[in-house]
């Protein structure tokens, strides 16, 4: 298993413990390991950070990849939708050519 790394020695303090996050970041289990390309910027990271500060980045990220994947399904359908109109038009004109009216028996 992986080591965990302790936090930058700065003066942030974790919100949890209410300590400098040097001192208690490596024994949370919000200590996370983030990989990835940061989409702003373009760079690689590859980093520890606490789970509370990268949930807004995580959020944003989610929401554009879902925008994404219902952009694409609209996109498929549209292609599926427009395939079937020529087909059901096909078979309307099929169905009427080969249409028998009843005769009508009279008695």
Do not use: S
Request: with cysteine.
């Amino acid at each position: 298993m992986t080591q965990v790394p302790r936090a930058d020695k700065d003066d942030l303090k974790c919100p949890l413990w209410q300590k400098a996050m040097y001192l208690v970041c490596h024994t949370c289990p919000l200590w996370i390991a983030i990989r990835g390309i940061e989409r702003n910027t373009g760079r690689e990271v590859d980093e520890w950070r606490c789970a509370l500060a990268v949930l807004p980045h995580l959020l944003v990220e989610n929401a554009h990849q879902t925008r994404g994947a219902a952009a694409a399904t609209e996109n498929l359908r549209n292609i599926i939708a427009k395939g079937m109109q020529g087909t059901v038009e096909q078979r309307r004109e099929r169905e009427f050519d080969d249409f028998i009216p009843p005769v009508a028996r009279i008695e």
